[in-house]
């Protein structure tokens, strides 16, 4: 990638990437419909407010909207003063999780911190300062990362992400970070070294392996995704209602509100498993645009990434899109039973007020990224 680091002095007069703007709205704005609808009846039944979710994502909607146009109109080039004092904030709001009395427990993970509606897991807050770090590293001492002692560093940093993120039995967390780091170091252009390369990746293959074997629930997802027709009661309840809620959508759906399957036979419909509920409320074709929705908006992503005119801007502009269009492919292949049930929420559309705001700053500093494209 042979692309300047512009001097601070330089500046960006463009206008932001009006399409990635009017994409996300439109993301949003289908999310909080959605978000609407799957909740309704759990709300109603659990709070006697059939609008609790919706309130709070709306709130909290409108409030990551203002700061990401806020955070668009800041040059993303002061992130690199920042970036490293960030990344140390972040590990140690993620390792206060792991201290008793301070992480807060919710569906049997303890994952949050804060306290009464205020929770928010600091991964969330992770994925972006880590992506600002490795590439700040790599946008700073590039020439050093022709050796092995340059990917010191960043492996360091990565190490201690995943490490947290294991005690914490953050699966998908730290699939999240893996894959965000790696994208990062391949599109810099950095000479990889083979040998470090496989290495590298076989290391993570045993990681991966020994995450999965270390708890009895891990094990059984994977034996249940193995066995779709075994269990339906157990294991493979959440993937059969799932399938069940796209299936009898049809071409059309069943209409907007119309679900049968949020009515306490899907899990979390609200949640992971939102995107179900669109494809019985909206069918065939109402699921077609949502992904042709996604597939534009990581396109547009990327676009960014490779015309921005300086590496840094790129590099933050890759991991950023990465860690979406991971979220979304693993999201969409667990509601499809394509691969095993894990907990990857949905951008923009998945129930999580605190997770949607910081989505939105983060897609801040991807449209300020946007004004520095040829």
Request: charged share 15%; proline share 2%.
């Amino acid at each position: 990638m042979k692309k300047k680091i512009l001097d601070k002095s330089e500046t960006v007069d463009k206008q932001i990437d009006f399409t990635m703007l009017i994409t996300i709205i439109i993301l949003l704005c289908i999310g909080l419909v959605m978000v609407a609808s799957a909740s309704s009846y759990y709300a109603l039944s659990t709070f006697k407010d059939s609008n609790y979710f919706l309130t709070r994502q709306l709130l909290l909607g409108i409030a990551g909207v203002i700061s990401m146009i806020i955070i668009s109109k800041i040059d993303y080039r002061v992130y690199k003063k920042w970036s490293y004092l960030f990344f140390g904030v972040a590990l140690a709001l993620l390792i206060a999780v792991l201290i008793p009395g301070v992480g807060q427990q919710r569906n049997g993970a303890t994952r949050w911190l804060g306290f009464g509606m205020l929770q928010f897991q600091p991964s969330e807050i992770m994925k972006i300062a880590l992506v600002l770090a490795i590439s700040t590293y790599i946008a700073v001492n590039y020439k050093k990362m022709k050796t092995i002692k340059g990917y010191l560093v960043p492996a360091i940093m990565l190490g201690a992400v995943v490490v947290v993120m294991f005690l914490q039995n953050h699966m998908s967390g730290t699939l999240v970070m893996i894959v965000a780091t790696a994208s990062i170091i391949f599109v810099s252009g950095i000479k990889i070294n083979w040998k470090l390369f496989i290495v590298g990746a076989l290391l993570a293959i045993i990681a991966v392996s020994v995450f999965i074997m270390a708890e009895d629930f891990r094990r059984d997802r994977i034996l249940a995704f193995l066995n779709p027709e075994e269990d339906i009661r157990g294991d493979n309840w959440q993937a059969a209602q799932s399938l069940y809620a796209i299936g009898s959508g049809g071409i059309f759906g069943r209409g907007l509100g119309q679900s049968r399957q949020k009515y306490l036979w899907l899990p979390e419909a609200q949640n992971d498993f939102i995107f179900s509920v669109l494809g019985e409320e909206l069918g065939l074709v109402g699921t077609s645009i949502v992904l042709g929705l996604f597939g534009f908006f990581i396109f547009r992503g990327y676009k960014i990434a490779m015309t921005c005119k300086d590496m840094y801007g790129s590099l933050i502009a890759t991991g950023i899109t990465s860690i979406f269009a991971l979220q979304i492919l693993v999201n969409i292949a667990v509601v499809t039973c394509s691969m095993p049930v894990t907990g990857m929420p949905l951008p923009f559309f998945s129930y999580g007020g605190t997770a949607l705001f910081i989505n939105l700053c983060t897609m801040g500093i991807l449209l300020n990224i946007s004004k520095n494209c040829k």
